[in-house]
Protein backbone atom coordinates (compact mmCIF):
# COMPACT_ATOMS: atom_id res chain seq x y z
CA UNK A 1 0.00 0.00 0.00
CA UNK A 2 1.46 3.43 -0.51
CA UNK A 3 2.50 6.15 1.75
CA UNK A 4 -0.42 8.44 0.33
CA UNK A 5 -3.06 5.76 1.16
CA UNK A 6 -1.58 5.01 4.49
CA UNK A 7 -1.64 8.19 5.04
CA UNK A 8 -5.40 8.90 4.79
CA UNK A 9 -6.11 6.19 7.22
CA UNK A 10 -4.09 7.38 9.30
CA UNK A 11 -5.64 10.30 9.82
CA UNK A 12 -9.03 8.92 9.03
CA UNK A 13 -8.49 6.57 12.31
CA UNK A 14 -7.12 9.87 14.03
CA UNK A 15 -10.30 11.62 13.28
CA UNK A 16 -12.90 9.22 14.00
CA UNK A 17 -14.67 10.31 10.22
CA UNK A 18 -16.45 7.44 8.21
CA UNK A 19 -16.00 7.58 4.87
CA UNK A 20 -18.83 7.50 2.76
CA UNK A 21 -17.35 7.62 -0.29
CA UNK A 22 -13.74 8.33 -1.57
CA UNK A 23 -11.96 8.95 -5.27
CA UNK A 24 -8.28 8.95 -5.11
CA UNK A 25 -6.44 10.21 -8.03
CA UNK A 26 -2.47 10.71 -8.43
CA UNK A 27 -3.49 14.92 -8.06
CA UNK A 28 -6.34 13.95 -4.89
CA UNK A 29 -8.39 12.65 -2.60
CA UNK A 30 -12.01 13.39 -2.83
CA UNK A 31 -13.90 12.06 0.18
CA UNK A 32 -17.88 12.71 1.09
CA UNK A 33 -17.24 12.08 4.76
CA UNK A 34 -19.54 11.46 8.37
CA UNK A 35 -18.21 12.77 11.70
CA UNK A 36 -19.34 12.84 15.01
CA UNK A 37 -18.82 16.77 15.08
CA UNK A 38 -17.58 19.63 13.14
CA UNK A 39 -13.94 19.24 15.07
CA UNK A 40 -13.25 15.78 13.72
CA UNK A 41 -13.58 16.92 10.32
CA UNK A 42 -11.49 19.76 10.81
CA UNK A 43 -9.11 17.46 12.41
CA UNK A 44 -9.41 14.98 9.81
CA UNK A 45 -8.87 17.91 6.78
CA UNK A 46 -5.59 19.58 9.07
CA UNK A 47 -3.98 16.15 9.59
CA UNK A 48 -4.22 15.62 5.47
CA UNK A 49 -2.82 19.58 4.86
CA UNK A 50 -0.02 18.90 7.33
CA UNK A 51 1.35 15.52 5.75
CA UNK A 52 0.94 17.08 2.40
CA UNK A 53 -2.12 14.66 1.53
CA UNK A 54 -4.26 16.39 -1.39
CA UNK A 55 -7.85 16.19 -0.41
CA UNK A 56 -11.03 17.70 -1.44
CA UNK A 57 -14.12 17.49 1.00
CA UNK A 58 -17.41 17.43 -1.37
CA UNK A 59 -19.82 16.50 1.05
CA UNK A 60 -20.07 16.51 5.22
CA UNK A 61 -22.79 14.44 7.19
CA UNK A 62 -23.82 14.45 11.01
CA UNK A 63 -23.36 11.45 12.55
CA UNK A 64 -27.22 10.62 13.66
CA UNK A 65 -28.09 7.55 15.50
CA UNK A 66 -28.93 4.59 13.43
CA UNK A 67 -32.68 3.58 12.72
CA UNK A 68 -34.87 5.74 14.50
CA UNK A 69 -32.87 6.20 17.80
CA UNK A 70 -32.58 9.57 19.03
CA UNK A 71 -34.92 10.83 16.51
CA UNK A 72 -37.55 11.33 19.32
CA UNK A 73 -40.52 9.45 17.68
CA UNK A 74 -43.19 7.24 19.37
CA UNK A 75 -43.84 3.96 18.48
CA UNK A 76 -46.92 4.72 16.66
CA UNK A 77 -45.13 7.60 14.84
CA UNK A 78 -42.44 5.05 13.95
CA UNK A 79 -45.00 2.25 12.52
CA UNK A 80 -46.78 4.79 10.39
CA UNK A 81 -43.81 6.35 8.85
CA UNK A 82 -42.29 3.42 8.04
CA UNK A 83 -45.10 1.14 7.10
CA UNK A 84 -46.22 4.73 4.53
CA UNK A 85 -42.98 4.67 3.13
CA UNK A 86 -42.85 0.65 2.28
CA UNK A 87 -45.69 0.83 0.75
CA UNK A 88 -44.83 3.86 -1.52
CA UNK A 89 -47.00 6.67 0.17
CA UNK A 90 -43.99 9.16 -0.25
CA UNK A 91 -43.08 8.15 -3.80
CA UNK A 92 -44.77 10.07 -7.02
CA UNK A 93 -47.05 9.01 -8.52
CA UNK A 94 -48.09 7.25 -4.53
CA UNK A 95 -48.57 3.47 -4.92
CA UNK A 96 -50.75 3.63 -1.70
CA UNK A 97 -53.44 5.70 -0.45
CA UNK A 98 -53.72 7.25 3.11
CA UNK A 99 -56.98 4.83 3.20
CA UNK A 100 -54.93 1.91 2.76
CA UNK A 101 -52.73 2.38 4.92
CA UNK A 102 -54.77 3.62 7.88
CA UNK A 103 -56.64 0.42 7.26
CA UNK A 104 -53.71 -1.90 7.36
CA UNK A 105 -52.86 -0.16 10.84
CA UNK A 106 -56.31 -0.39 11.65
CA UNK A 107 -56.93 3.45 12.74
CA UNK A 108 -58.66 6.49 11.09
CA UNK A 109 -57.38 8.57 7.94
CA UNK A 110 -57.17 11.82 9.81
CA UNK A 111 -55.20 9.56 13.12
CA UNK A 112 -52.76 8.16 9.93
CA UNK A 113 -52.10 12.13 8.52
CA UNK A 114 -51.74 13.43 12.48
CA UNK A 115 -48.91 10.93 13.60
CA UNK A 116 -47.47 11.27 9.62
CA UNK A 117 -47.22 14.96 10.03
CA UNK A 118 -46.31 14.52 13.95
CA UNK A 119 -43.17 12.73 12.65
CA UNK A 120 -42.03 14.75 10.07
CA UNK A 121 -42.33 17.04 12.40
CA UNK A 122 -39.77 15.00 14.81
CA UNK A 123 -37.59 14.03 12.21
CA UNK A 124 -36.73 17.39 10.88
CA UNK A 125 -36.48 18.77 14.10
CA UNK A 126 -33.95 15.87 14.85
CA UNK A 127 -32.11 16.26 11.87
CA UNK A 128 -31.94 19.07 9.62
CA UNK A 129 -33.47 22.13 12.04
CA UNK A 130 -29.60 22.91 13.76
CA UNK A 131 -28.39 23.02 9.64
CA UNK A 132 -31.24 25.58 9.01
Same mark, same amino acid.
Given at each position: ?35 ? +? ?42 ? &? ?14 ? +? ?12 ? +? ?19 ? &?
Amino acid at each position: MGTRVLGILNALAKANVVVLSGIGTKDEWRFEVRGE +SQEAIADFREYCQKNDIPIAITAVHAMLPIQGEGYELTEMQREA &LVLAYQRGYFNTPREA +SLEEIADELDITQQ +SLSSRLRRGHRRLIGATLSSS &L
